[in-house]
């Protein structure tokens, strides 16, 4: 569950930690790309996929970005 609430965060966005998430992207579109996702790899691939739509070749450093900034609010776990 833990796994599965960062990863919607990563989509979603955190405003405490000013993270901006994917625009266009809320909460009932973000469960629904991670619905039936069962690995830490499946999560990746499509959270990642959806980063490179919305931003194209930038997707991958705000990908990166993005999840660097969840991890220091997590504590790095």
């Known amino acids: 569950e833990a796994e599965r609430n960062f990863w919607l965060q990563m989509l979603t966005g955190d405003s405490a930690d000013n ?4 625009p266009g992207i809320g909460i009932v579109k973000a469960k629904k790309h991670l619905e039936d996702a069962q690995s830490t790899f499946s999560y990746v691939k499509r959270v990642y996929y959806l980063f490179r739509e919305k931003y194209g070749s930038d997707g991958l450093k705000r990908f990166r970005d993005t999840y660097k900034l969840l991890k220091i609010g997590d504590n790095g776990k």
């Open 19 to 22: 993270v901006k998430g994917v």
